[in-house]
């Protein structure tokens, strides 16, 4: 028979196919499939993008010119406009506003078909410390509640440009998916006097069958209440509301938390699409997030469709995370 | 610039690109490609099936034989199992039960081919009624809290097998964003004495801009806050939680506008594949959904992604609806 979980942060339940779970060959997934071709994210196209806004570079090398490790631009089809006031008013029954944000792209390496699971160690953390201080920087604008920062790797992902990229939106709300996950945390907190996630951590680490991986600073896991086949979380195992406060020390071990994960994931299922959120806490002032925890929620793209998980919050899981976990820690 | 548009039920932001909107033939949709082989939902081959729960067929004829028109079976890969109490139980932090439930897929014609644009009124007045019977003999059973009626239609909607089917599942609680719209709903009806579906139709038949089509009981439209490029809601113009409640003379003004829905789909998107899902109130003695207004929402599937907005809960709408709803009155 299946299971019944029931997220104990957002009260959402998944079912969990135990009896006749999926094996890894088991999902016919859409390979990569790199079709080359000019890319405006390669060496030497850098006029192809917006002008730089940052970037790791070589000392005595230009703006928008080869030489960089790490590469930040302006989206070139933004979702939303830097200029402007929030302009928030009703129109009938419905609310809006004008579309009022900052939408970069985060291009975390020159090499045009490497994944974070081919890059060095150091590479990774140069693109991990670009995303916090885009994230630091872009939250100096009163007008931000949120910044997302998120990866689509490959088309099957939603990557419509293949070079490997990181997208950082500054929205002027919290998103509605990361409030919720916030009360909840926030809830438990108050009933509690402790952190959900930090008592995830002790309850996965003393159950360790949904473990992938664990160093100093880092786990990594599959979610109990997975909403996805082989979801996997990394999370500080120090509580911590916010991305952007961590701590230098800790990012080489972020780094190769996450090179290690994708790595593991790569072994079993070749040429993987995959996203990927850091789920933060807002800035800008939002009070009650103290019991909340940042992590990373990473999502392989298995299964081709969504449209109905999609509609109605209701998840069919075939492979148990416990299941899951194995095949990724004998990796 | 772009629009940021508020959800007035569950609160959700979107945003829809007013500035550079796609256009139909701008969406790259993997369209229908039918593969053919045996297939347990055709005429003959009903002892693929587990036995018929439920029929529509002409007299003289057996049971899990051909002469049907409607076929109810279970699902032979149950989600859920009809057998035993729920056993809701902690784990740690976590909450789990066994998968209590139904899991019944509904055989819509005979014809392996034919999408709901194909068949006669009559055929979708006929498929309409047996969604009803059945959601009603489930919901005589205490134990579910929630029956959830949609359709994949087309690979990349998620339909493992090709010919049309609708799946029925019976829950043990109400899923996650069924309650949402339903509270939502709730507050507002509270709040102003008035029903917020209600309101919606009333401003959208005022507005006009937005309106697919309107027949004596049905309104289809794209509405103001679409969370992907074309969805389009059929909703009852008069007030009522249920699916189930529905008048014999509602039907085929339902039948009529589902199919003519469809049909202006198909005339835009060939070969196109889509999910539609029937929302409607909670069965069993679920208090506080008097304000709620059951609706089809209807998705066709015209981006390959999801994971990234499965994930986050932010939506990026390539097309305001405005403008989808104009592509779909005129064709």
Redesign the interface.
């Known amino acids: 028979?299946?299971?019944?979980?029931?997220d104990?942060i957002?009260?959402?339940?998944v079912?969990v196919?135990t009896d006749?779970p999926h094996r890894p060959e088991d999902y016919e997934y859409e390979p990569l499939n790199w079709r080359g071709g000019a890319c405006p994210f390669c060496y030497g196209n850098e006029s192809m993008t917006p002008p730089e806004i940052e970037a790791i570079r070589d000392p005595h090398t230009s703006p928008n010119t080869p030489g960089w490790q790490v590469r930040v631009v302006s989206n070139k089809?933004?979702?939303?406009?830097i200029e402007?006031e929030l302009d928030r008013r009703g129109?009938?029954?419905?609310?809006?506003?004008?579309?009022?944000g900052a939408h970069e792209v985060l291009i975390e390496t020159p090499y045009h078909q490497k994944d974070i699971s081919d890059l060095l160690d150091q590479e990774v953390e140069n693109f991990l410390l670009m995303y916090c201080r885009r994230a630091l920087d872009l939250a100096r604008d009163k007008r931000f509640k949120y910044i997302?920062i998120?990866k689509?790797f490959g088309?099957?992902?939603?990557a419509s440009l293949e070079h490997p990229h990181t997208q950082i939106i500054a929205?002027?709300?919290v998103?509605?998916?990361?409030a919720?996950e916030i009360k909840g945390a926030q809830n438990y907190y108050e009933y509690r006097e402790r952190c959900?996630y930090c008592?995830?951590v002790r309850?996965e680490i003393?159950?360790k069958e949904r473990i992938i991986s664990e160093n100093k600073h880092f786990l990594s896991f599959c979610p109990?209440?997975s909403?996805?086949p082989f979801e996997a979380w990394i999370m500080p195992k120090k509580h911590s509301n916010s991305f952007c406060n961590i701590l230098a020390e800790e990012v080489p071990s972020l780094a190769s938390m996450l090179k290690e994960t994708i790595t593991r994931f790569k072994g079993i299922f070749a040429g993987l699409s995959?996203?990927f959120?850091i789920h933060s806490a807002p800035v800008n002032g939002e009070s009650g997030t103290e019991g909340y925890h940042w992590h990373i929620?990473f999502?392989p793209?298995l299964?081709?469709?969504?449209?109905?998980?999609?509609?109605?919050?209701?998840y069919?899981v075939p492979t148990p995370p416990e299941l899951a976990a194995r095949y990724l820690r004998e990796k």
Request: overall charge negative; proline content about 5%; glycine content about 12%.
């Open positions: 028979m299946s299971e019944l979980r029931r104990p957002g009260g959402r339940w079912i196919d006749h089809f933004p979702a939303l406009q402007g129109l009938g029954i419905y609310d809006m506003s004008n579309g009022v997302m998120f689509n088309a099957a992902a939603g929205l002027p709300m998103p509605k998916s990361a919720e959900i008592d995830i309850q003393q159950d109990f209440i909403r996805f995959y996203n959120i929620e999502m793209k299964m081709r469709v969504a449209g109905f998980e999609w509609g109605s919050g209701f069919l």
